[in-house]
């Protein structure tokens, strides 16, 4: 395991900048779910029940995986500045008022928001693969990706802390604050979008025809994948600990949990070569079945994850990786929009399967659920992915790059 790539990654001119004000700005961004949930919930800002904050967060849900793939779209035909700058007053007048709202208002504007979502998560991963070299993007994203579990560690945790605190009122106050800010330093730091060599091409539109193949649904699918089974993961334990009596002992297993993938992450950009990610997605989920025979006691259940939890970070840094080599430049903005929304289906279609699943057979059933979705998904992507017809090195040759036999 070597820190030298990270040493000279950092040392890349504006790549330090970029992912500071990345990681601070996705700190609000991660907060915003638990903040209306904790706001419509009982004994809350709208004193209701948490089904209707769960149609709340759906209607934002839906808006975001809409609106990712359209802002990453404007991007790539205008700029990056005209979309940071609408999504920003966008965001600082839902904050700004959402407490206001009656439920039914909230519910719509909570759509329109989502649907104008600040791209931070595809901007900063946009920008990173026009600022580093190509031989160096698996050690950028895997910083990234380690970024990013920071500010899901922070994020929702901080939401909570505020809305007990002060009250949901002034934590959605804070939060409008917080978007304002993370926009305005992306418009002050303006990152490139494209690298120089990219910016020197012809202006020539890019049909999505090219780029968007049986191949990249494929690569899409896989990414959905793994974000289902992290989150099936994360409610089968929460719901091992309720059932074991342990609850109370929730933050720290989570958190845990998520130095397992951090440490995965590390280990992974400091590698010599990287790996596809339909072998570390499918190790992911054939690692997470076993956890089933231990969901009697929580504390064999966060050992057991250990190896799933190694590969988390990995399987998401290698599907952007494989993105950024896919997609041609000036289409990059709207598939890392598409990424992103394969990222949020992902996280939807596991939360209730996974608790109907926890519901009627139990915890250690949702685990082996989980695990043999990613795997089945993997084998679904195989064949598409193997017949990838596209300039450049064919897939087969990838897969042989990336560490896997084809």
Excluded: K
Excluded at 20 to 42: K, N, Q, S, Y
Excluded at 183 to 209: C, F, K, M, T
Excluded at 283 to 290: D, S, W
């Amino acid at each position: 395991m070597a820190i030298e790539p990270y040493r000279r990654l950092l040392q890349l001119p504006g790549v330090r900048t970029l992912l500071l004000v990345g990681l601070l700005a996705r700190i609000p961004a991660t907060a915003t779910a638990m903040a209306l949930t904790l706001h419509v919930a009982p004994a809350s800002g709208l004193d209701m029940g948490f089904a209707a904050a769960g149609v709340v967060g759906m209607a934002s849900t839906i808006g975001m995986a809409v609106g990712s793939p359209l802002s990453g779209r404007f991007v790539d035909r205008y700029g990056m500045r005209p979309v940071l700058l609408t999504t920003t007053l966008a965001q600082a007048l839902f904050w700004g008022t959402a407490w206001l709202m009656p439920y039914w208002v909230l519910v719509v504007a909570s759509g329109l928001a989502g649907l104008l979502a600040l791209p931070v998560f595809s901007v900063i991963r946009q920008s990173l693969t026009a600022m580093v070299p190509v031989e160096q993007r698996r050690v950028g994203f895997s910083f990234d990706s380690m970024s990013v579990e920071l500010s899901y560690m922070a994020g929702p945790a901080l939401a909570v802390l505020g809305s007990t605190i002060l009250g949901s009122t002034w934590t959605m106050a804070v939060i409008a604050v917080g978007m304002t800010g993370s926009g305005v330093a992306l418009l002050i730091l303006n990152p490139p979008v494209r690298s120089a060599a990219e910016q020197r091409e012809a202006a020539v539109a890019v049909s999505r025809r090219s780029w968007f193949t049986p191949a990249f649904v494929a690569l899409l699918g896989t990414t959905a994948a793994a974000t289902f089974v992290l989150t099936a993961t994360e409610l089968s334990l929460v719901a091992t600990m309720e059932h074991t009596g342990a609850l109370q002992w929730v933050a720290l297993a989570v958190p845990i949990w998520c130095v397992y993938s951090l440490a995965g992450g590390f280990i992974y950009g400091g590698l010599p070569r990287g790996f596809s990610p339909l072998f570390l997605v499918g190790a992911m989920g054939v690692l997470t079945i076993p956890v089933a025979l231990l969901a009697h006691d929580w504390r064999l259940v966060v050992l057991a994850l250990v190896p799933a939890g190694l590969f988390c970070a990995p399987s998401l840094t290698s599907t952007v990786d494989v993105l950024s080599r896919w997609v041609p430049a000036r289409a990059r903005g709207e598939a890392m929009g598409f990424h992103g929304t394969a990222l949020l289906i992902g996280g939807a279609a596991s939360a209730p399967i996974a608790g109907a699943i926890i519901d009627s057979a139990g915890p250690a059933w949702a685990f082996a659920m989980a695990g043999g979705v990613g795997a089945g998904m993997v084998l679904l992507a195989l064949p598409f992915w193997r017949r990838r017809g596209q300039s450049g090195a064919t897939a087969e040759e990838e897969l042989v790059q990336e560490g896997v036999p084809a």
